[in-house]
Each structure stands twice: as C-alpha cells, then as structure tokens.
C-alpha cells in the first residue's frame, strides 16, 4: 500500500528565507510524484510533478523538489519565500497514470515580512 | 491544462435534505473521476472512484448509499449526499486524470471545490 508522510504540520519562514516542506512516501512500485497548493476555499494547484527522468523537477512560482529513491523523499524547496506563498501544501504520490491519489496530510506555509 | 469545474462552490442546506454536486471536465473525457471529501484543517481522504457508464467504487467505511454517485457522461460525474446531517459538512473536491494524448504522467485535475454546509 502507498501512503505520504509530510514531516511537519507547519512551518513558518520569513520573508525571503528558504522555503523547505518534507515529503517521504511508501511505495512498492516506482511512484508518480507530486506537489499541489491550496488556497482557502479553493481546489488544488499543481506545483510540480515527478513521473520519470531527471530527478530534479522544476514547478511553478519558484519551486523545485528532488526525488531521492534512496531515501524514498520529494521535498519540496523554494530559494526565497514570497508573502502569496502562504498556503496548504499537499504532497501526493500514485503508482500508475490515471489512478487516485494518496495524500499527505499537508503543510500549512505561513510567511511572516 | 485540462479543466475540471464543480458546482455549485458553496451550499447550506437543512439537516434531513440532499444536495447533489456536479463535476465536469471541460475540456477532456473523463471516464473516470475521483471523489475527495477534505474536513477542516485536514487533508483529502478519497471517497469513491466513479466510473462512466458503471458503478461507483467505494472507498472502506463509505456509505454508498448515503453518497450517491452517478457517472452518465464522459464529462459529467455528480455526487449526491443524501439525508444530509451536521457530520457530512465538509469540503467535497472532485478530480479526474485526462488519459489523451501519448503521455499519461498521473496528474488530476481537480475542480474548484464544494463546501457543503448542514444545519
């Protein structure tokens, strides 16, 4: 069974600051991996996604994440945070094209000036 | 990218009443679409799996009969909470994979959310 653990309920940053949100996942089959963003009262925004190839993903708004098979981990990073950064962040893993996805229980981002 | 829209985004309804929220991809064929129901401060926990042209798949501990599902359409799922009580309030989320195309990469899209509120 796949399941995602996001280390960390909450993280708060200033300003500018890097911006680090913990992913590690469980799964028995090489996953599908991604980022999505929420906003209150909003659906999901996807922020980037690992299917296969170069382990670094790029994604929108500045972000990136790496996937470590060895470590089984798909953190998320942003070299200086933004104040419309402040959001939920939702890692998801699936481990095949059109199935559902299994979500962590999310990372609340909050930015501080 | 595909998208998904759902409706209506907010509803109240009385307590014993049901609501009906609809899921339309727009711009694809969904022959299937996936149901998430997001309580408070928490995450997405799937609810069912509803398939076009036949029946739902339930998630454990998902009253089937209480969470009606019907999948008429390549673009239309609707969810249906039936007898709706205080407990069902919640933010219901429906998303769907758009499998066209040479490159599947396991991405949802998901619709803009619908929060259900029973008094």
């Known amino acids: 069974a796949q399941s995602v653990t996001q280390l960390g309920s909450h993280v708060s940053v200033s300003e500018g600051a890097l911006v680090l949100l913990r992913c590690n996942y469980s799964?028995?089959?090489?996953?599908?991996l991604f980022w999505y963003v929420q906003y209150p009262n909003q659906g999901l925004q996807l922020l980037l996604k690992?299917?296969?190839?170069?382990?670094l993903v790029k994604g929108i708004n500045g972000f990136e994440a790496e996937f470590k098979k060895s470590e089984t981990s798909f953190h998320l990073t942003k070299p200086s945070a933004h104040m419309s950064d402040a959001a939920e962040y939702f890692c998801?893993?699936?481990?095949?094209?059109?199935?559902?996805?299994?979500f962590g229980k999310g990372t609340t981002l909050s930015v501080s000036s | 990218g595909a998208v998904v829209s759902q409706h209506p985004s907010r509803v109240i309804c009385k307590s014993g009443t049901s609501v009906k929220i609809e899921c339309r991809s727009l711009?694809?064929?969904?022959?299937?679409m996936f149901w998430y129901r997001q309580f408070p401060k928490q995450s997405l926990m799937l609810m069912a799996t509803?398939?076009?042209?036949?029946?739902?798949?339930?998630e454990q501990g998902v009253e089937k009969d209480k969470f009606l599902i019907n999948h008429a359409s390549l673009t239309l799922s609707t969810l249906t909470v039936t007898s709706a009580h205080p407990e069902d309030s919640s933010f219901y989320i429906c998303?769907?994979?758009?499998?066209?195309?040479?490159?599947?990469?396991?991405?949802?899209?998901f619709g803009e959310g619908s929060r259900l509120t029973v008094l």
């Open positions: 998303s769907a994979p758009d499998v066209s195309g040479d490159s599947h990469t396991g991405e949802l899209f």
């Open positions: 799964s028995s089959v090489p996953p599908y």
């Open positions: 690992y299917t296969t190839g170069a382990t």
């Open positions: 998801a893993v699936s481990n095949q094209a059109g199935t559902a996805l299994i």
């Open positions: 711009d694809f064929q969904a022959t299937t």
């Open positions: 509803s398939n076009e042209g036949s029946k739902a798949t339930y």
